[in-house]
DNA sequence: GGGGGTGAGTTTGTTCACCAAACTGACTAT
DNA sequence: ATAGTCAGTTTGGTGAACAAACTCACCCCC
């Protein structure tokens, strides 16, 4: 029996804290500029009680930020935080890979630039910038040292 | 009562394919050239019938393929399709975003350009190229047809 | 002041998926 | 013959997700 040694890694960390079923969905929503809970419920269908549960464990991620609007009631707004901005990438490439992969893409909120084109994501050299179209990337699994090509 | 009007759109189509808890981190460790049960389920710690369960719905989803690899008794090993191998951006923008702002860390497995350092995710307008750090991005609502900043 | 509506949840009861552990079947190694 | 590996499948229990109803604090309007 080979042991079970999950691999503790930032990947495995992220997807703690955003991994589950509604939570890149309640940011999707966020970063569209739908800030309240009867909206992103609407706009998600999560369930109210998994939505508010979300909601907490996202704001307890530092992902998001609760701003009171108004007292009596008291009503809160969910903002993104610097982390939260920061997980834009992400959702760019699953919309990204949503629209070129998917059987039959449903119609898709544009994320454009202000000359008016749809952003994409690219992943590069972090030194020298330079484009990685598949090839060129290598995985090395620092536990034993040795590279593997992908 | 606001009516609940789920938004089908690429981000939600994709996350109904790789969104449940196991399933990107098959595919880390098959980026990473694990490529057998055994090592996949020593490695995500995923319950061997959820793992199963997974690299079904994967296979269904066209990200993965099963290769055998020997008969008497049949093994399989699992390799990404091109929709798979389309997937490393959002790999590589969850592991950068958890280098980024975990509050600790994990030592990251490294996905290195040919040149030696380490690969991340830019967003990019589709057209110009132009990056976008941060600004100069608006999400447009299909469906109103109004805009609003991000 | 009574009736209806909204916004943001919480409560309730059921169902379902996840989970660990045990089991299977076909083999290999000693 | 015994033990071990690999790739699952089966089993039974538990927690989470789910839909629907309910709560609470308001507002609006007649």
């Excluded at 982390?83 to 059987?103: D, F, M, N, T």
């Excluded at 749809?118 to 910038?129: L, N």
């Amino acid at each position: 029996m080979t042991a079970v040694r999950p691999r503790s890694c930032p990947i495995a960390g992220t997807l703690d804290l955003v991994g589950e079923r509604w939570s890149l969905l309640v940011l999707r929503e966020v970063f569209m500029g739908v800030r309240r809970y009867a909206g992103i419920q609407a706009n998600t269908g999560a369930p109210r009680d998994v939505l508010a549960k979300r909601l907490r464990s996202l704001e307890a991620a530092g992902i998001l930020e609760r701003h009171r609007y108004q007292d009596r009631p008291q009503r809160f707004e969910y903002h993104l935080t610097a982390a939260g901005q920061a997980l834009e990438p992400v959702l760019i490439g699953l919309r990204e890979w949503g629209i070129r992969h998917l059987q039959d893409p449903p119609p898709a909120p544009r994320f454009v630039h202000t000359c008016g084109a749809d952003v994409r994501t690219r992943v590069v050299c972090g030194e020298c910038g330079e484009p990685l179209e598949g090839g060129g990337l290598v995985t090395v699994l620092e536990e034993s040292g040795s590279a593997r090509p992908a």
